[in-house]
T-cell receptor
Framework: DADVTQTPRNRITKTGKRIMLECSQTKGHDRMYWYRQDPGLGLRLIYYSFDVKDINKGEISDGYSVSRQAQAKFSLSLESAIPNQTALYFC????????????????FGPGTRLLVL | AQSVTQPDIHITVSEGASLELRCNYSYGATPYLFWYVQSPGQGLQLLLKYFSGDTLVQGIKGFEAEFKRSQSSFNLRKPSVHWSDAAEYFCAVVPMIYNQGGKLIFGQGTELSVKP
């Protein structure tokens, strides 16, 4: 089984709809992240969480919200989807307990492809 | 501005030829450095990473990368490319200016095509 799973894998929605993307991990990592990928822009950080009680905005958090329901679950919500939120969304995890830079190594889920019409 | 740059958007090489993908960063202190690969329709897989020590690091799938402090570069290399290496490659850094860490900054990506 995959260590980091994302549901759904593909989603089509309409402008103005609220949608939720879910991420679950079995790696036991405290840190979780949400990124979006756009062609030519690489991946950009939306939100990150260092533990269940810690939520932080990333580079492009406007229009998004998150919920850390448990150590293993981190959800991303689009309150009112708009077409320019069409992108590939990735969840990632890392373990701050790693020595040196090992704690900075992030492990990615398979991604959710979102299309907003 | 602080950034990670991959100058080549798209590279095409022949199968069996050598490969070098470029990555430059513009952070003052040496960051933690990573290369990830994304195969079509897949997530990101870690190829290799550099934190400290030997500046030539070996990764999976026959890839290696060399950290050059004087050039602020971390170029990815492979001596002989296989058709299955066709994918998009991302360089990423964690700038050490952030005490909490965790802020992985990505380059724009380089798409690799392999000719038979």
């Amino acid at each position: 089984d995959a260590d980091v799973t994302q549901t759904p894998r593909n989603r089509i929605t309409k402008t103005g709809k609220r949608i939720m993307l879910e991420c679950s991990q079995t790696k036991g990592h405290d840190r979780m992240y949400w990124y979006r990928q756009d062609p030519g822009l690489g991946l950009r950080l939306i939100y990150y969480s260092f533990d269940v009680k810690d939520i932080n905005k990333g580079e492009i958090s406007d229009g998004y919200s998150v919920s850390r329901q448990a150590q293993a679950k981190f959800s991303l919500s689009l309150e009112s989807a708009i077409p320019n939120q069409t992108a590939l969304y990735f969840c990632a995890t890392s373990d701050p307990g790693g020595s040196g830079g090992s704690g900075e190594t992030q492990y990615f889920g398979p991604g959710t492809r979102l299309l907003v019409l | 501005a602080q950034s990670v740059t991959q100058p080549d958007i798209h590279i095409t090489v022949s199968e069996g030829a050598s490969l070098e993908l470029r990555c430059n960063y513009s952070y003052g202190a040496t960051p933690y450095l990573f290369w990830y690969v994304q195969s079509p329709g897949q997530g990101l897989q870690l190829l290799l990473k550099y934190f400290s020590g030997d500046t030539l690091v070996q990764g999976i799938k026959g890839f290696e990368a060399e950290f050059k402090r004087s050039q602020s570069s971390f170029n990815l290399r492979k001596p002989s490319v296989h058709w299955s290496d066709a994918a998009e490659y991302f360089c990423a850094v964690v700038p050490m200016i952030y005490n909490q860490g965790g802020k992985l900054i990505f380059g724009q990506g380089t798409e690799l095509s392999v000719k038979p």
